[in-house]
T-cell receptor, first 113, second 112 residues
Framework: DQQVKQNSPSLSVQEGRISILNCDYT??????FLWYKKYPAEGPTFLIS?????DKNEDGRFTVFLNKSAKHLSLHIVPSQPGDSAVYFC????????????FGQGTRLTINP | EAEVAQSPRYKITEKSQAVAFWCDPI?????LYWYRQILGQGPELLVQ????????DSQLPKDRFSAERLKGVDSTLKIQPAELGDSAMYLC??????????FGPGTRLTVL
């Protein structure tokens, strides 16, 4: 039972354009969402998060949008840079109780010069 | 900036051998997690510690996997005996309380 889904295994974007990565979840008990970035042979690096009481959170070039009714979130990167090429994981957890993260399968983002 | 430390970074072993991985969380982080990431998938939680106590080990294959955090600081994850299907990246993460989880660089295990 895949509670967090990233349906696009890969995405290719031109440098300078906007990258949009999508994530869907099924468990309505999730109330905190995170995006992690992972380079090969390294651990995931925290990028940005959003609480379920918000619908948008922005940090520099990165913005995460949350649509609770659709159980959908997205990460926008603008403008995209070559260093953004990595695998991006969406993760969700409950604030109360054990805070284990449930991850999506990841989306490989490639930024083309 | 403080980081989660893991060793070894890479481990190659033969089927039926024992392997052990070590993790040192960020100082002051009471909660420690071990995740397993199979290629092409997202990380999956194996075990969660709060200080020295296990909070969640429901996904840990207890017939061959064990984890401990004796003094509530660093932690060891052991597999005995290793099987071919255990080949994966083993990730350790830590957090202060309900804060963001910070991950170490991982140990890439290859079982031959």
């Amino acid at each position: 039972d895949q509670q967090v889904k990233q349906n696009s295994p890969s995405l290719s974007v031109q440098e300078g354009r906007i990258s949009i990565l999508n994530c869907d979840y099924t468990n309505s008990m999730f109330d905190y969402f995170l995006w992690y970035k992972k380079y090969p042979a390294e651990g995931p690096t925290f990028l940005i998060s959003i609480s379920s009481i918000k619908d948008k959170n922005e940090d520099g070039r990165f913005t995460v949008f949350l649509n609770k009714s659709a159980k959908h979130l997205s990460l926008h990167i603008v403008p995209s840079q070559p260093g953004d090429s990595a695998v991006y994981f969406c993760a969700a957890r409950r604030v109360q109780g054990a805070q284990k993260l449930v991850f999506g399968q990841g989306t490989r983002l490639t930024i083309n010069p | 900036e403080a980081e989660v430390a893991q060793s070894p970074r890479y481990k190659i072993t033969e089927k039926s051998q024992a392997v052990a991985f070590w993790c040192d969380p960020i100082s002051g982080h009471a909660t420690l997690y071990w995740y397993r990431q199979i290629l092409g998938q997202g990380p999956e939680l194996l075990v969660q510690f709060q200080d020295e106590s296990v909070v969640d080990d429901s996904q840990l294959p207890k017939d061959r996997f064990s984890a401990e955090r004796l003094k509530g600081v660093d932690s060891t994850l052991k597999i005995q005996p290793a099987e071919l299907g255990d080949s994966a990246m083993y990730l350790c993460a830590s957090t202060r309380s309900t804060d963001t989880q910070y991950f170490g660089p991982g140990t890439r295990l290859t079982v031959l």
